[in-house]
């Protein structure tokens, strides 16, 4: 038992960013693995008046299972502040950086951290021509599981230069990251408590790694452990854990890469640091959890326990950055 003494816990989830589904499905995870272990568990679903109800519910601890904006980017998590509720997962600062692909590049690169290049573009000159040579990769700035990602290649049937009614990222957002595409292997590595849990290579049977391929079973197989090199899987685990640290992360977090297999360590790449990972069934930080003897209800508490400061936890901080 990681918690001894039983907790009114508030379950945050739903919301209205592009991810309420998957919210929905990690908050409901959370909360009966809570019930199971004997807490009391209120569920909010997050509205206009989320403070109001949280303030109503009076609950020990918030546990965030919400994804994207705004529960993601840190306002969520100001909110909480400066009401007083402790609350797991990162906080204000760290959210504000983690979800902004660009801002996490100025925190990560100088610090050894292997990024893709690429800059911000605005979505109205591609329609002018391209900002990088083909193939390279459009996504929001701020958006997290993959969320209006596109492939542009030599071979796709954007239009060169991208058509205006092209169904894409540059319809729904008036800037997006380019990056240079990166030939090569998905894979992830999860931190919790502090330690890097292994790597899993997410295997897509058409297409690529993007927001239907994630949460629809069948589409992606999980090879847990990866079955890649020492180096390789030494390397992930050792940059996801020096991102954590960086970004000053808790509770848990989830970095994804890509390896260049031909490339060896030279070909690895952190695409991003994910700050409130899911919690689904089909979800990569409770499999790897798994793998290493923790189960769904111990890595719920755990993360209870970091934020609250509790022995075992991350540092002992509670929910700030």
Same mark, same amino acid.
């Given at each position: 038992?990681?918690?001894?003494?039983? *907790?009114?816990?508030?379950?945050?989830?739903?919301?209205?960013?592009?991810?309420?589904?998957? !919210?929905?499905?990690?908050?409901?995870?959370?909360?009966?693995?809570?019930?199971?272990?004997?807490?009391?568990?209120?569920?909010?679903?997050?509205?206009?008046?989320?403070?109001?109800?949280?303030?109503?519910?009076?609950?020990? =601890?918030?546990?965030?299972?919400?994804?994207?904006?705004?529960?993601?980017?840190?306002?969520?998590? &100001?909110?909480?502040?400066?009401?007083?509720?402790?609350?797991?997962? !990162?906080?204000?600062?760290?959210?504000? =950086?983690?979800?902004?692909?660009?801002?996490?590049?100025?925190?990560?690169?100088?610090?050894?951290?292997?990024?893709? &290049?690429?800059?911000?573009?605005? !979505? %109205?000159?591609?329609?002018?021509?391209?900002?990088?040579?083909?193939?390279?990769?459009?996504?929001?700035?701020?958006?997290?599981?993959?969320?209006?990602?596109?492939?542009? $290649?030599?071979?796709?049937?954007?239009?060169?230069?991208? %058509?205006?009614?092209?169904?894409?990222?540059?319809?729904?957002?008036?800037?997006? *990251?380019?990056?240079?595409? =990166?030939?090569? +292997?998905?894979?992830?590595?999860?931190?919790?408590?502090?330690?890097?849990?292994?790597?899993?290579?997410?295997?897509? /049977?058409?297409?690529?790694?993007?927001?239907?391929?994630?949460?629809?079973?069948? +589409?992606?197989?999980?090879?847990?452990?990866?079955?890649?090199?020492?180096?390789?899987?030494?390397?992930?685990?050792?940059?996801?854990?020096?991102?954590?640290?960086? *970004?000053?992360?808790?509770?848990?977090?989830?970095?994804?890469?890509?390896?260049?297999? /031909?490339?060896?360590?030279?070909?690895?790449?952190?695409?991003?640091?994910? $700050?409130?990972?899911?919690? $689904?069934? *089909?979800?990569?930080?409770?499999?790897?959890?798994?793998?290493?003897?923790?189960?769904?209800?111990?890595?719920?508490?755990?993360?209870?326990?970091?934020?609250?400061?509790?022995?075992?936890?991350?540092?002992?901080?509670?929910?700030?950055?």
């Amino acid at each position: 038992m990681i918690l001894s003494k039983k *907790l009114h816990i508030a379950v945050l989830m739903g919301g209205w960013a592009n991810e309420r589904p998957v !919210s929905l499905m990690s908050g409901e995870g959370v909360a009966k693995a809570l019930e199971a272990r004997g807490h009391q568990v209120t569920r909010i679903d997050m509205d206009r008046q989320v403070a109001a109800r949280i303030a109503e519910a009076k609950p020990d =601890i918030v546990f965030n299972a919400l994804h994207g904006v705004p529960g993601e980017d840190g306002t969520v998590q &100001g909110m909480l502040d400066l009401m007083g509720v402790p609350y797991t997962h !990162s906080g204000l600062a760290t959210s504000v =950086i983690a979800i902004d692909k660009e801002l996490t590049k100025q925190a990560l690169v100088p610090r050894g951290i292997p990024m893709p &290049g690429g800059r911000i573009v605005k !979505s %109205a000159d591609l329609y002018e021509s391209d900002p990088l040579p083909r193939p390279y990769v459009l996504k929001p700035v701020n958006e997290g599981s993959s969320v209006g990602v596109a492939i542009v $290649t030599d071979e796709s049937n954007y239009g060169n230069p991208i %058509a205006r009614d092209a169904k894409g990222p540059w319809q729904e957002f008036p800037e997006l *990251l380019a990056e240079p595409y =990166i030939r090569g +292997r998905e894979l992830t590595t999860a931190v919790v408590g502090g330690k890097a849990l292994g790597v899993t290579e997410l295997i897509v /049977e058409s297409g690529f790694y993007d927001f239907e391929n994630k949460y629809t079973d069948g +589409r992606t197989r999980h090879v847990c452990p990866a079955e890649i090199p020492k180096e390789i899987a030494d390397a992930c685990k050792k940059f996801a854990l020096e991102a954590h640290r960086i *970004l000053g992360c808790k509770g848990t977090s989830r970095t994804d890469f890509r390896w260049d297999d /031909e490339q060896g360590v030279d070909g690895l790449f952190v695409l991003e640091t994910n $700050t409130q990972p899911g919690m $689904t069934p *089909l979800s990569l930080v409770p499999e790897q959890a798994r793998h290493v003897g923790m189960s769904y209800e111990d890595l719920v508490e755990t993360i209870i326990a970091d934020a609250l400061g509790i022995e075992g936890g991350d540092d002992g901080a509670q929910g700030q950055a």
